[in-house]
């Protein structure tokens, strides 16, 4: 269940270990290289907070289609059809939108950052969503070609905040330097929580670990713990 003031990650272990989970309102980024699972663990967050809590959320995709990300997650048991939860998480996807602005010739006259907040913003007050989760901030800016990404950054955070959302902004990581866990080196600043996956390799094995780099107001793990898919509970565990 959510602690009073947080929203529970439902990964088992997890939550324990940092004062019940996520202080609401906090921005927090889910950072990692790719297989590290960073959609499936914050749709994950997102599922369980409303299957458990009554919480609802939206989830913003680009690296995946609408579809193809519900198709993914049904199949691990994370099935947005299903009664409980059907009205009330909302899936955009705005890869798909791009491509039929690009169509009409419109994708570069758009202001998308204004647009992506104006459209929050209506959701917001349609259908009083809590939890937002942005996959990805690099496909973002890749697919809008934006002049001043961190600029951009610094405003979307804030409206983000200024909505009173508790926000997951996935960003993918490259190579092995892990002291910049966005791309465009602001976003853990103006951040509220960090949440580190990485793919540690043994020889043949490979292990994924988590790390609470940073969370604001909580007194959280330290270090890097290997976790994993529980198919039988729908979920995540630390080990």
């Given at each position: 269940?959510?602690?009073?003031?947080?929203?529970?990650?439902?990964?088992?272990?997890?939550?324990?270990r940092?004062?019940?989970?996520?202080?609401?309102?906090?921005?927090?980024?889910?950072?990692?290289?790719?297989?590290?699972?960073?959609?499936?663990?914050?749709?994950?967050?997102?599922?369980?907070?409303?299957?458990?809590?009554?919480?609802?959320?939206?989830?913003?995709?680009l690296?995946?289609?609408?579809?193809?990300?519900?198709?993914?997650?049904?199949?691990?048991?994370?099935?947005?059809?299903?009664?409980?939860v059907?009205?009330?998480?909302?899936?955009?996807?705005?890869?798909?939108?791009?491509?039929?602005?690009?169509?009409?010739?419109?994708?570069?006259?758009?202001d998308?950052?204004?647009?992506?907040?104006?459209?929050?913003?209506?959701?917001?007050?349609?259908?009083?969503?809590?939890?937002?989760?942005?996959?990805?901030?690099?496909?973002?800016?890749?697919?809008?070609?934006?002049?001043?990404?961190?600029?951009?950054?610094?405003?979307?955070?804030?409206?983000?905040?200024?909505?009173?959302?508790?926000?997951?902004?996935?960003?993918?990581?490259?190579?092995?330097?892990?002291?910049?866990?966005?791309?465009?080196?602001?976003?853990?600043?103006?951040?509220?929580?960090?949440?580190?996956?990485?793919?540690?390799?043994?020889?043949?094995?490979?292990?994924?670990?988590?790390?609470?780099?940073?969370?604001r107001?909580?007194?959280?793990?330290?270090?890097?713990?290997?976790?994993?898919?529980?198919?039988?509970?729908?979920?995540?565990?630390?080990?």
């Open positions: 269940m959510t602690s009073e003031g947080r929203i529970a990650t439902y990964v088992e272990g997890l939550d324990e940092m004062q019940g989970g996520i202080p609401r309102k906090h921005i927090v980024l889910v950072a990692g290289s790719s297989g590290s699972m960073k959609s499936t663990l914050t749709f994950s967050m997102l599922y369980n907070s409303v299957l458990n809590d009554n919480t609802s959320g939206i989830y913003v995709t690296e995946q289609g609408k579809e193809s990300l519900q198709s993914h997650m049904a199949g691990m048991g994370m099935n947005i059809d299903d009664p409980r059907r009205n009330r998480i909302a899936i955009i996807d705005l890869a798909g939108l791009r491509v039929q602005l690009d169509e009409q010739g419109m994708s570069g006259k758009v998308w950052m204004g647009q992506l907040i104006k459209q929050l913003t209506n959701y917001r007050k349609s259908i009083g969503f809590e939890v937002l989760i942005f996959d990805s901030l690099g496909a973002f800016f890749t697919l809008t070609k934006m002049d001043n990404p961190r600029d951009e950054i610094f405003r979307l955070f804030e409206a983000v905040r200024n909505l009173g959302l508790t926000a997951f902004f996935i960003c993918e990581m490259t190579g092995e330097d892990h002291k910049q866990f966005g791309e465009y080196g602001v976003e853990d600043y103006l951040s509220d929580g960090v949440i580190h996956l990485v793919m540690d390799r043994h020889g043949d094995e490979v292990k994924r670990k988590m790390s609470i780099v940073k969370m107001h909580t007194d959280h793990m330290l270090g890097y713990k290997p976790f994993n898919w529980k198919n039988v509970d729908n979920q995540f565990s630390i080990l």
